[in-house]
């Protein structure tokens, strides 16, 4: 008689227990936040503890892991300037709006603070790489000429390429007057780009034009959903005085900043890779402005 091999399922039929299985996965990357926390009248919000926090991802409570009132971490800011032909008249207005930026914050916060220069028109250049050195920024803001077509999408995410390999804090300034024309990079690409380096985007659209007619309403639609979503903010000024004022919300915003974490824990999945996540207080009337998600892990 032939020995028989009891328990032995064979490729076919191992297969399909194992598909039988539930699969669980353990998640063990870290979420950050950065959060900036406003009142009704928007006036920013201190003193928040840990527990008055509430964090879901993809509507599943999660435990805050981490938590720093408005936290120290060093900050690395990518200023994208858009250097392309529409831009001439107010380049120069904007170049001495972000020098006096630049000098405001290297003289408060955390000394290991840093910024980088990056110009894009038709392409993308690196005119200066991250330093705390005002004269480094403002040399490479001179000569600048306003020429060719506009690669917003590969400039967003360029910095934010750039953005990844830095320690602390990740901030994009982008000053532009308008939306893309001429990027290889899509949109989605360069949202996704953002999100996977945790770069919080703040965009300063100098409208060249105030009626809507001849406006690149799209363009400008894209750069507020590139702030809003990675937990920044938009502002439409004019050159000059409401400039200068836009560069200073931005400072106070990041000198402000909570930091959260969390460890995702018994996320539902769905077929979207994005995962939705809320953040809110305990406390009625205070609004949470930090990212909207992150990229992550979708159901088969």
Same mark, same amino acid.
């Given at each position: 008689?032939?020995?028989?091999?009891?328990?032995?399922?064979?490729?076919?039929?191992?297969?399909?227990?194992? /598909?039988?299985?539930?699969?669980?996965?353990?998640?063990?990357?870290?979420?950050?936040?950065?959060?900036?926390?406003?009142?009704?009248?928007?006036? +920013?919000?201190?003193?928040?503890?840990?527990?008055?926090?509430?964090?879901?991802?993809?509507?599943?409570?999660?435990?805050?892991?981490? =938590?720093?009132?408005?936290?120290?971490?060093?900050?690395?800011?990518?200023?994208?300037? @858009?250097?392309?032909? &529409?831009?001439?008249? @107010?380049?120069?207005?904007?170049?001495?709006?972000?020098?006096?930026?630049?000098?405001?914050?290297?003289?408060?916060?955390?000394?290991?603070? /840093?910024?980088? +220069?990056?110009?894009?028109?038709?392409?993308?250049?690196?005119?200066?790489? =991250?330093?705390?050195? +005002? &004269?480094?920024?403002? $040399?490479?803001?001179?000569?600048? $000429?306003?020429?060719?077509?506009?690669?917003?999408? @590969?400039?967003?995410?360029?910095?934010?390429?750039?953005?990844?390999?830095?320690?602390?804090?990740?901030?994009?300034?982008?000053?532009?007057?308008?939306? @893309?024309?001429?990027?290889?990079?899509?949109? !989605?690409?360069?949202?996704?780009?953002? !999100?996977?380096?945790?770069?919080?985007?703040?965009?300063?659209?100098?409208? *060249?034009?105030?009626?809507?007619?001849?406006?690149?309403?799209?363009?400008?639609?894209?750069?507020?959903?590139?702030?809003?979503?990675?937990?920044?903010?938009? =502002?439409?000024?004019?050159?000059?005085?409401?400039?200068?004022?836009?560069?200073?919300?931005?400072?106070? %915003?990041?000198?402000?900043?909570?930091?959260?974490?969390?460890?995702?824990?018994?996320? *539902?999945?769905?077929?979207?890779?994005? !995962?939705?996540?809320?953040?809110?207080?305990?406390?009625?009337?205070?609004?949470?402005?930090?990212?909207?998600?992150?990229?992550? %892990?979708?159901?088969?």
């Amino acid at each position: 008689m032939k020995p028989t091999r009891r328990g032995f399922l064979g490729v076919s039929g191992l297969a399909a227990w194992c /598909q039988q299985q539930p699969v669980f996965r353990m998640e063990v990357k870290l979420v950050r936040l950065l959060a900036t926390v406003k009142d009704a009248s928007g006036a +920013l919000a201190g003193g928040l503890t840990k527990a008055d926090f509430r964090i879901s991802d993809n509507g599943a409570p999660q435990e805050v892991a981490v =938590f720093e009132q408005h936290t120290e971490q060093p900050l690395s800011v990518a200023i994208m300037l @858009d250097i392309s032909g &529409s831009t001439a008249k @107010d380049l120069k207005y904007e170049v001495d709006s972000l020098q006096r930026f630049a000098k405001a914050l290297f003289g408060s916060g955390n000394p290991k603070d /840093q910024a980088a +220069l990056f110009t894009f028109n038709h392409d993308v250049a690196r005119a200066s790489a =991250f330093t705390r050195r +005002l &004269s480094v920024l403002e $040399k490479g803001m001179r000569g600048l $000429k306003a020429e060719a077509g506009t690669s917003l999408y @590969d400039a967003i995410l360029l910095g934010a390429d750039q953005l990844g390999t830095r320690d602390g804090r990740r901030v994009m300034i982008v000053v532009t007057d308008g939306g @893309d024309t001429t990027s290889s990079t899509s949109y !989605h690409g360069a949202l996704e780009g953002a !999100h996977r380096n945790d770069a919080v985007i703040y965009s300063i659209l100098v409208v *060249p034009i105030e009626n809507d007619a001849g406006r690149n309403i799209g363009g400008e639609h894209a750069l507020e959903q590139f702030a809003t979503g990675t937990g920044g903010k938009v =502002f439409q000024p004019t050159v000059g005085v409401p400039l200068d004022k836009a560069f200073d919300s931005i400072l106070r %915003d990041l000198r402000t900043q909570y930091l959260l974490g969390y460890y995702p824990k018994n996320v *539902p999945l769905t077929r979207n890779r994005f !995962h939705t996540v809320k953040v809110e207080t305990a406390t009625p009337g205070l609004r949470v402005q930090t990212r909207s998600g992150y990229y992550g %892990d979708s159901a088969p």
